[in-house]
């Protein structure tokens, strides 16, 4: 499972999300900062400091 967390880039968002498949979270996470964050053309740099913030998290039991 991984996670990312929009926080680590846009400080106090709270907004989360998990999945197993990155491509699935790099998906999530466009669609967040265009939907939330007004970010209407999503940048090669900001494709890349998603996928750095994207971490591996284990499953809640
Ligand atoms: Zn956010």
């Known amino acids: 499972m991984k996670e990312f967390q929009c926080g680590s880039l846009v400080p106090g968002c709270q907004w989360h999300t998990r999945h197993e498949d990155e ?6 996470a466009a669609e967040h900062m265009r939907e939330t964050h007004g970010e209407t053309i999503i940048r090669e740099t900001m494709i890349e ?6 971490e591996k998290v284990r499953s809640a039991a």
């Open 23 to 28: 491509a699935e979270i790099m998906r999530r």
């Open 49 to 54: 400091a998603i996928r750095s913030r994207i």
